[in-house]
């Protein structure tokens, strides 16, 4: 049987984004097929799967979900199991989570618990979101393995290994992507009084934006509104008939997410009378908070804190954004950072995760997978 360092490292060269992950589900069936059949059934979903566990004698079902894909990021660590997907990365440490699973899947197969698990493979964390429709899947059509509660966890460049952190309550942003194009009039640069230009139009858009959250939100609550890239035109000498915004949403609680998209859609309006113009948003991809179960996250951080190879921090609330929150939307459960030691970001061309993470995360997990078996009526 393949090592996890192994598996880690073969999944690693293999990146694939959304919905494209036919290799990554294929390898990671084919690693599972080795194992003892008995307790297990497996369910195919679109290029994700669900693996489930038979408990010895279950009163619940204890979901745990890993992302499955990959980044269009090209990669520049100079690994010897650097990606051969050129233009792809495991830049946010897909790799680990799927790892983890796959280990603590041996452990409970190994080792059976007394209630079931139901492992989630998903894919599209990064884009346009698989837990949404996962979950909807899993409750019309397998509702007998749906779970009754659910964790995952993120690695964590700033940690080192052996640290877990989490925190009771809302743990990640509400997040949208943002695409707002404006439709003028291409002219010639000296005719301004013959064309709607959408270079002002833009611009003009761009400042109001930043009055959303400076004027419309609460000031004890928190959002974002950022356009990171903004394109108009075509050449000097022309004015610009098409200006594009793209960016993004950030914000606290899902009514504030609400009230930002209702000022920005406000806004358009306005520009369109005022430029004469006609404004499309898109607001692409969004993902729901994620909100940790309090007392369950409460009693996970005090058993992090018991165990003598753990370091547990109760951390803040991050604008980052995690498509786990649609499952915690349903199931009570929680997300936790694990340390991975990287100067390099999440996202970044150079992340190098500490591997030896999963050496210290499979058993961690199990161990409080045992006690939630043993001990949790949730
Ligand atoms: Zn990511
Ligand atoms: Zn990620």
Redesign the pocket.
Known sequence: MKTLQQIRRELHQIPEIGFQENKTQAYLLEEIYLLNQERLTIVKWKTGFVVHVQGLNASKTIGWRT?IDGLPIKEQTSLSFESNHEGFMHA???DI?MTVALGLLRKIIESPIKDSMLFLFQPA??GPGGALPMREWLKSEHADLFPDVILAF?IAPEYPVGTVATRPGLLFANTSELFIDLHGVEGHAAYPHRTKDMSVAAASLLLQLQTIVSRAINPLDSAVVTIGKMTSGTVQNIISGHARLEGTIRTMDAETMATVKSRIEALCKASEIAFECKVDIDYGSGYYQVFNTEEMTNDFLSFADQDPSTVAIQCDAAMTG?DFGYFLQEIPGLLFWAGVDSPYG?HHAKLNPDETVIDYLVPFAESYIRKLSNHGNV
């Open positions: 992302d946010c440490g897909h989570h964390e990064e993120h995690e999440l």
